[in-house]
């Protein structure tokens, strides 16, 4: 049959909500992007699709396509609830039944095989500065102290990119606070560690600076093949010998250099 949408029409979550889903159930910052990529490889993030393809052993449900086929419905209506509940539910009930795949199998993505072909690579850039993405409203999430939610997923993700070691929970406590804080004080930004719009836009462009590739090693002119006339060849060879031993060290001294700008 294919795709089939028994439990009413599509409905998409955006790759944001699909990563931070996963973060607040369980998986690695890094692992969650991964995740919400493998989702948009499988389904386009759909909530309510089910692939009905008995010829290829599929009955796969939702965003991560979870499989109800055959000997794994009895198993998989145990853990996570039926089909329908699964699209009924939305994405809380959709991303745990990932994370428990994914736990299954030893912390791996090896049950998708969108993640097995590599398909799921070419979604990856949407993961960078999660921070930066708006909810559906719109409008720039503010979250504080006290506050629960997936934009506090999406700011401990962004935080933990630039090293401060946060567990991502989607709870807004004392140790998000002070790495807001900290984050606030080394961006010339009012240190209230309240995450409003201006803390959001410093914080996408420093998570896009820090996982920028490195520039490219500066290299200087290559060495005369031949002396030029009237030069005494003895001197360039020196000079070339000297290049040689030096510009490795020079070249790696510039780009590291241009790393700390």
Do not use: C
């Not at 109800?68 to 419905?73: A, I, M, N, T, V």
């Not at 999406?154 to 630039?162: G, H, S, V």
């Not at 406590?173 to 790495?179: D, E, M, Q, S």
């Not at 010339?188 to 995450?195: E, N």
Request: proline share 8%.
């Amino acid at each position: 049959m294919g795709d089939i949408w028994p439990y009413g029409p599509p409905k998409y979550a955006t790759f944001a909500q699909a990563a931070a889903a996963l973060a607040q159930n369980g998986m690695d910052a890094a692992s969650a992007i991964v995740g919400a990529a493998i989702g948009t490889a499988e389904s386009s993030r759909d909530l309510t699709v089910i692939n009905d393809t008995p010829a290829t052993g599929d009955y796969s449900v939702g965003i991560w396509q979870i499989n109800y086929y055959g000997s794994l419905d009895a198993g998989r209506t145990a853990a996570y609830g039926s089909p329908e509940q699964l699209v009924t539910g939305g994405i809380t009930p959709q991303s745990k039944a990932a994370v428990g795949v994914w736990r299954g199998a030893g912390r791996s993505f090896t049950p998708w095989s969108t993640y097995n072909s590599g398909a799921y690579q070419q979604y990856l850039s949407q993961g960078v500065g999660l921070g930066s993405v708006a909810p559906t409203t719109g409008a720039e999430p503010v979250v504080q102290q006290g506050s629960s939610s997936q934009a506090v997923s999406l700011l401990q993700t962004d935080l933990n990119i630039l090293g401060y070691g946060l567990t991502v929970d989607g709870v807004f406590g004392p140790a998000t606070r002070a790495a807001v804080v900290n984050f606030q004080a080394q961006h010339s930004l009012a240190t209230d560690g309240i995450a409003g719009p201006q803390t959001w836009s410093a914080l996408a462009a420093a998570v896009s600076k820090s996982v920028a590739p490195p520039p490219a090693p500066v290299t200087g002119p290559a060495a005369p093949a031949q002396a030029p006339a009237g030069v005494d060849p003895g001197l360039v060879a020196a000079w070339s010998n000297l290049a040689e031993q030096t510009g490795p060290f020079v070249n790696q001294w510039l780009t590291t250099l241009n790393t700390l700008r």
